[in-house]
Structures are given as C-alpha cells and as structure tokens.
T-cell receptor, first 114, second 113 residues
Framework: NAGVTQTPKFRVLKTGQSMTLLCAQDMNHEYMYWYRQDPGMGLRLIHYSVGEGTTAKGEVPDGYNVSRLKKQNFLLGLESAAPSQTSVYFC?????????????FGPGTRLLVL | GESVGLHLPTLSVQEGDNSIINCAYSNSASDYFIWYKQESGKGPQFIIDIRSNMDKRQGQRVTVLLNKTVKHLSLQIAATQPGDSAVYFCAETPNNYGQNFVFGPGTRLSVLP
C-alpha cells in the first residue's frame, strides 16, 4: 500500500514550457486534491475532483488544468509555465469529501520555473 | 531541501520539555479544525482535529485547545522528542466540505538535544 505518490519529485522548467504532474493513490479514494505551497503561506487549493471524470476549481486555478480519467490518478497540467508557478505542489486524497475524512498527502513535487 | 517555511516563525524547545504551538484563525464561522505535521521533504500528516463544540481534545502526547472567543487554537506536545521537529500548521473550515479548508502558514518546531 503506497498511499499517495507523486511524479516527478523535482522539475525545472523554462517560462512557456508545459508539463504534467501525476498523482496516484491506491486507497480507492473518491476525492483528490491539488494544492500549492509557497514560502510563508499556507496550502492553497488549485483544483479538486469528487470522483472519476469530474473536476472542479479551487482557490487558485488560473494557469492550471486537471484531469481525472481514472479513479486512482489525478493529473495537474501547466500549459505555459510562468515564474509565479514556482512552488511545491502537493496532491491529496480522501475517502469522501466530508471534513472528518482525513486527507492523505503525497510527498510533493518541487517545481522551479525560470 | 524544501523551500517551504523560509519565513516561518520558529519555536525551539529542549528535548523532554513540553511544546505549545499557536494558531490564530479569522473566520468566526469556522466549525472544524485540524493540526498537521510536515517534516522536511514530506507531505503534511494529520495529527489531531477538533470541532467547534469542544474546547479540548487529547491524543497520544498531543492536546489541542480551542478558544472560540479569541479565535485561537493551540497544539501542545508533551515530552517533545527529536522526531517532533517539523513544521506544524493548522487548518480550519466553516462547513462540511474538504475542499474549503483554509491552511495557516505554520510554525517550525526545532527540538534541541
């Protein structure tokens, strides 16, 4: 049982390049989330999904797209990276969307946009 | 290492002492609160939670206190150990949905030998 895994762990992009971050969970969770974490700030929700085939915007969705084609995977895409997207990205999953359901976080992807 | 926490407040405690980490929240309608622990290079990990109808909740070596009057949350760690060194942050939500959490920036706890 690996929990929540993220690929890659670290990436450097040039402004304008695109990339996809992959999140996978093996806990059969319905809900999945993408957050970004910036120095001195709390986690901020980018997008989330309440089940396979569904996605919704969070607090800071601009510049990102997501897809949930399979229940176990949640992809975060950057179509044209900008330096403001330099951050640490965390994926999380939970069994349901109820607040009492613990969100399990992946180890993070550190992204540097030059 | 991670760039997270470069500007975070830091709390240094001696091994074996008790630690108290504080969190102020702004939304008086917040109903549910969580404390997370984040070790260097890792994702956040759930520690303990509390509902707004409670003032105190205890776990294993940890206690969370909630003061709704001044909108203040604290995490107490008893007999702090080197493995407790991490960034601790709180999260709050005013409703029943996991996508509405507001996360604090956190406090870095350093345990001195």
């Amino acid at each position: 049982n690996a929990g929540v895994t993220q690929t890659p762990k670290f990436r450097v992009l040039k402004t304008g390049q695109s990339m996809t971050l992959l999140c996978a969970q093996d806990m059969n969770h319905e809900y999945m989330y993408w957050y970004r974490q910036d120095p001195g700030m709390g986690l901020r929700l980018i997008h989330y999904s309440v089940g396979e085939g569904t996605t919704a915007k969070g607090e800071v969705p601009d510049g990102y797209n997501v897809s949930r084609l399979k229940k176990q995977n949640f992809l975060l895409g950057l179509e044209s990276a900008a330096p403001s997207q330099t951050s640490v990205y965390f994926c999380a999953s939970s069994y349901s969307g109820r607040i009492q359901e613990t969100q399990y976080f992946g180890p993070g992807t550190r992204l540097l946009v030059l | 290492g991670e760039s997270v926490g470069l500007h975070l407040p830091t709390l240094s405690v001696q091994e074996g002492d008790n630690s108290i980490i504080n969190c102020a929240y702004s939304n008086s309608a917040s109903d549910y609160f969580i404390w997370y622990k984040q070790e260097s290079g890792k994702g956040p990990q759930f520690i303990i939670d509390i509902r707004s109808n409670m003032d105190k909740r205890q776990g294993q070596r940890v206690t969370v206190l909630l003061n709704k009057t001044v909108k203040h949350l604290s995490l107490q760690i008893a007999a702090t150990q080197p493995g407790d060194s991490a960034v601790y942050f709180c999260a709050e939500t005013p409703n029943n949905y996991g996508q509405n959490f507001v996360f604090g920036p956190g406090t870095r706890l350093s345990v001195l030998p």
